[in-house]
């Protein structure tokens, strides 16, 4: 079994600046990218931002210049430091991890979500 805990939500005014943080614990074999989408009501859940276990980064047009991913391969964990917040930035964030293993010559990838935490911007 694999545990994603995630903090650092909260509500702020536009402008303001949050950091989010993930944490995977348990049976976790190799993992290949960690992210983080968000989810505003009605909309569908959309990419943020991702990492690669090489630290190659992408993010969504919307927040580049503004939101920073980074990883602690150490402590399994992602950040998401998020500056300069919109109200449209509004939503409830997850993360995911992207894993795999190899067993006798074959790869099974496995992802796995976060619960999720709620980011609210007022104007």
């Known amino acids: 079994q694999v545990q994603l805990v995630e903090s650092g939500g909260g509500s702020v005014q536009a402008g303001g600046s949050l950091r989010l943080s993930c944490a995977a614990s348990g049976s976790i074999f190799s993992i290949n990218a960690m992210g983080w989408y968000r989810q505003a009501p009605g909309k569908q859940r959309e990419l943020v931002a991702d990492?690669?276990?090489?630290?190659?980064?992408n993010y969504a047009d919307s927040v580049k210049g503004r939101f920073t991913i980074s990883r602690d391969n150490a402590k399994n964990t992602v950040y998401l430091q998020m500056n300069s917040l919109k109200p449209e930035d509004t939503g409830v964030y997850y993360c995911?991890?992207?894993?795999?293993?190899?067993?006798?010559?074959?790869?099974?990838?496995?992802?796995?979500w976060g619960q999720g935490t709620q980011v609210t911007v007022s104007s």
């Open positions: 990492i690669t276990s090489g630290d190659t980064t």
């Open positions: 995911k991890i992207k894993t795999s293993k190899t067993i006798v010559g074959l790869t099974y990838r496995y992802d796995f």
